[in-house]
């Protein structure tokens, strides 16, 4: 499955998803511009002011970017032109004041048609700009006049419980809830309808209407109904609010124990396993009287840490296939199967939620815009449900890029209303001589600290304000952009800042290359609000694939699958994971875990000393009672993009295998000062953790020293199996062996049970499962066959004291020649590809040219070291596309 793309001809993905992405022609005369108005940003700070950033020189044109420009303006006074054409002919123009269409030529310069609007300097236009978005339109209509008549309440209801807002006059434009993408004007008694793209702003002109005239025949098709209905008694119903004292709570989910019962099991079989073969060397003892052997039992606790996750994954795929799968659609303390009850509050009156978004230096047009497209539709549903939502970025990319591109990112921030900060380069020099460092291996964690630190100083200041009786949103405004404009000049140029960079009551946590369900912010503040036990929901991703690489697909399949059991697992009663990404977090959960750095004198939430923050941030929660929940009731809604390369997915797998050992141990060299152990591991040990969840994870951490130890131990095996054949106790199991049970348990059993697992979920067929199983098998051979010497160096280099970094995933697909990159294998795995070499070499020597004795030439001892070899050299090359298309 998917062979054929191996070695297809290159399609320029970057090129065609730019093209998707790019904003469409526009069609068009001569209307009025207005751009009189100095541009302002989503607080009104000028573009001169410490809270917007740093000011950036303007370059002449040269006359090619002059042609642009008036191609530019050409298609914008068209657009406008034909969409006040438009307006006339669905005869949304009444008495024509103040009434007509605009555009958005480019930062604080519009487009207006009829030029009537431009000589209003209070009217639609004025507040469009301030609203600061694309394209607008007014409606009036005879019914929109007569509904809004009658109309006594702050919100029009809609179906499916969304609402539009009501204004009371067309200033209070800019301070209305810019998602919602419409409001009534009560005194003009229009609609005002807005898009962030000119050619759908038609089309969701005509579908506002359309849901107002659904919404009013509705209600009419219920009354026609009841009047023929037998009237039954008089109820007097109460309208129960989510805040009020007599709000219905959850009841108290139950603890599912189907997880202790596997983990039980795993036990037991592993333990008989290590017990046959201490029964071996007792016997072995008995008849050679020779006790020294006894000595292997020492090996018991490794033994039994590396082995572990083997038995959990064969009683697993048993229950996989004979045992309840229900529980996968229901609820129960760690898992959500089904969305709770949606709470009902006034409008405005649901819990705020801020998305954070780290960014480093990925593409605007085929990266950040579709993820903020996605984010804008899903805040929108809240918005008209009666929420309210804000985006912060956390810029780690700008200040290190050019002012050309930098200015770029600032406006499209201000285009959207972003809020975002953005925090100096590594060790860039800073006014008081000393150099910023940014600190981690990982640098994730340091940069939401650093906009998180920002955010909280700017909350200090605010909460300092009195604010009186009287107090609205305006002033709430005004003294923000001025603790904003503080903070930013306290840091004297060290940060750089603007829009709204507030924390509401839940983070939803995201990553660049990310999509959200359209209707997903209200069923995760109601699970939130209905559970104050919850500090973490960790939402089931789907993948999003940018291109059609075999490399991808074939990570597809993996992340899939991981997800499967995921769900799976966490149903059954374990412990729910944090990924660090498509969760939703507890704001006041996060700020009780604080700390303070000495070595910034900084508040920080995320742990900047391991490259696992996620991990930490996880186990630090539940050490004071929180729990992680998993929410599987989005069926894949929520899509993170994969690695599109091989040195990005072994780079990640470094990156968890050095987290894994930073989690356990510290370095060699301070064994005698602070022991072999961490307190982080100490605390996960004694932490209130279901035991069962912590062998789990012992379990899963397991995996990667043993697929660290597998390329060494084969080497071992290979000289001991060689040349000791026959002449080695018993005890020992030689690699042949491992190799073999390997292939029937992972390879045979677990691809039988996902399939069937997959099956009886109703998410694929058994037979469509099977074989989209088997296809990936020769991909996952070389995949995870080739990782064992980049696994270890990970494991080795923590444990020595090396210090490796990793920067953001490539997200954008990279057009590269045969050549370019044969290079970057050359550079990347120079020192993996001359070991295999050098044991090839080695190999071949012993088996045709050292005396006979010396020989090595059994089948049981080549074969499982040949097999790492292979799949160590194809890794970068079978698995490379870009190499395999053999463009040149």
Avoid at 238 to 247: N, S, Y
């Amino acid at each position: 499955m998917g062979l054929k793309s191996y070695f297809k001809p290159a399609v320029d993905d970057q090129k065609a998803a730019a093209e998707e992405h790019a904003e469409p022609d526009v069609l068009p005369e001569k209307v009025v511009e207005n751009a009189a108005s100095p541009h302002r940003s989503l607080f009104g700070l000028p573009p001169d002011s410490p809270g917007f950033g740093s000011p950036w020189t303007s370059r002449p044109s040269s006359p090619t970017n002059a042609e642009q420009t008036d191609m530019a303006d050409l298609k914008c006074q068209v657009t406008v032109n034909y969409l006040h054409q438009q307006q006339v002919e669905k005869t949304w123009v009444q008495n024509g004041y103040d009434e007509g269409v605009v555009v958005k030529k480019g930062r604080g310069s519009y487009a207006c048609c009829p030029l009537g609007l431009a000589e209003n300097p209070d009217g639609f236009l004025r507040a469009v700009e301030l609203l600061n978005v694309k394209s607008a339109v007014t409606i009036n209509t005879r019914v929109i006049q007569l509904f809004l008549e009658h109309l006594k309440t702050p919100f029009v209801p809609l179906k499916g419980g969304l609402s539009v807002q009501v204004l009371e006059e067309m200033a209070h434009l800019p301070q209305c809830l810019k998602h919602t993408s419409a409001a009534f004007i009560s005194d003009r008694r229009i609609l005002v309808v807005w898009d962030d793209n000119p050619r759908h702003l038609l089309t969701r002109a005509q579908d506002m209407e359309k849901q107002l005239m659904d919404m009013i025949w509705d209600a009419q098709s219920i009354h026609s109904d009841e009047d023929q209905i037998p009237k039954e008694p008089h109820v007097k119903e109460k309208r129960v609010f989510e805040d009020d004292e007599t709000a219905v709570k959850q009841k108290p989910r139950r603890f599912m124990l189907i997880t202790p019962m596997t983990c039980a099991l795993s036990l037991c079989l592993c333990v008989a396993s290590i017990g046959t073969g201490w029964k071996q060397l007792v016997f072995q003892s008995i008849v050679d009287n020779n006790w020294i052997r006894l000595v292997f039992v020492a090996l018991f606790a490794p033994q039994f840490w590396l082995a572990i996750f083997f038995f959990q994954c064969l009683v697993g795929d048993f229950f996989q296939v004979v045992a309840p799968i229900k529980q996968m659609l229901q609820n129960s303390k760690f898992y959500s199967g089904v969305r709770s009850p949606r709470i009902r509050r006034e409008p405005g009156s649901l819990p705020h939620i801020t998305i954070q978004m780290p960014v480093y230096r990925e593409g605007i047009a085929n990266v950040i815009a579709p993820t903020i497209r996605s984010l804008k539709a899903a805040i929108s549903t809240y918005e008209m449900q009666g929420g309210s939502a804000n985006i912060f970025v956390n810029e780690d990319g700008m200040q290190l890029d050019s002012d050309t591109d930098a200015q770029v990112k600032q406006d499209f921030y201000e285009e959207h209303n972003i809020g975002w900060v953005a925090r100096p380069a590594h060790k860039q020099a800073l006014d008081d001589g000393s150099s910023y460092i940014r600190r981690g291996k990982f640098k994730k964690a340091s940069n939401m600290n650093y906009c998180l630190w920002v955010s909280s100083r700017v909350e200090d200041k605010l909460a300092n304000v009195e604010r009186h009786d009287g107090w609205a949103k305006d002033d709430e405004d005004f003294v923000y952009r001025n603790a904003l404009a503080e903070v930013v000049e306290e840091d004297q140029g060290r940060t750089w800042a603007d829009g709204n960079i507030r924390i509401g009551d839940y983070i939803l946590i995201i990553d660049s290359d990310t999509r959200v369900p359209t209707d997903c912010f209200l069923d995760a503040v109601s699970e939130m609000e209905q559970c104050p036990e919850v500090a973490i929901i960790q939402y089931a991703s789907g993948v999003m694939q940018v291109s059609d690489s075999f490399f991808e697909r074939g990570i597809t399949f993996f992340t899939d699958m991981v997800y499967t059991q995921i769900r799976y697992a966490v149903s059954n009663g374990d412990v729910a994971p944090f990924v660090g990404h498509n969760a939703v977090i507890r704001w006041s959960a996060q700020q009780q875990i604080a700390y303070h750095c000495k070595l910034d004198n900084h508040e920080k939430i995320w742990s900047e000393e391991t490259v696992s923050e996620d991990f930490d941030m996880a186990l630090r929660l539940q050490s004071i009672g929180y729990i992680v929940r998993l929410g599987a009731y989005f069926d894949g809604g929520f899509k993170e993009g994969v690695s599109l390369t091989v040195q990005d997915e072994l780079a990640r797998w470094e990156k968890y295998a050095f987290g894994c050992s930073e989690l356990l141990f510290h370095p060699i060299r301070h064994w005698y000062k602070r022991g072999l152990v961490t307190k982080l591991f100490r605390t996960f040990l004694f932490s209130c953790m279901p035991l069962p969840a912590k062998f789990n994870i012992l379990a899963y951490i397991g995996t990667y020293y043993a697929i660290g130890c597998s390329f060494w131990l084969t080497l071992a095996n290979y000289f001991l199996v060689g040349w000791f054949n026959g002449f080695l106790d018993h005890y020992y199991v030689d690699s042949f062996k491992l190799y073999f049970a390997i292939v029937i348990v992972f390879t045979g059993c677990g691809n039988l049970a996902l399939a069937y697992l997959r099956y009886r979920i109703n998410e694929m067929g058994f037979l469509a499962s099977l074989w989209e199983n088997i296809s990936w098998i020769p991909m996952m051979t070389i995949f995870l066959g080739g990782i064992s010497i980049h696994v270890s160096q990970a494991l080795v280099s923590h444990l020595v004291g090396k210090d490796m970094s990793w920067g953001a995933t490539q997200k954008e697909i990279e057009d590269t020649t045969f050549g370019e990159e044969f290079k970057r294998i050359l550079k990347g795995f120079k020192w993996t590809l001359a070991i295999c070499f050098i044991i090839t070499a080695g190999m071949i020597v012993l088996a045709f040219f050292v005396p006979p004795l010396w020989r090595i030439r059994q089948f049981t001892a080549i074969w499982p070291l040949g097999t790492l070899v292979v799949s160590h050299v194809a890794l970068p090359i079978a698995l490379n596309p870009g190499l395999m298309r053999f463009k040149f």
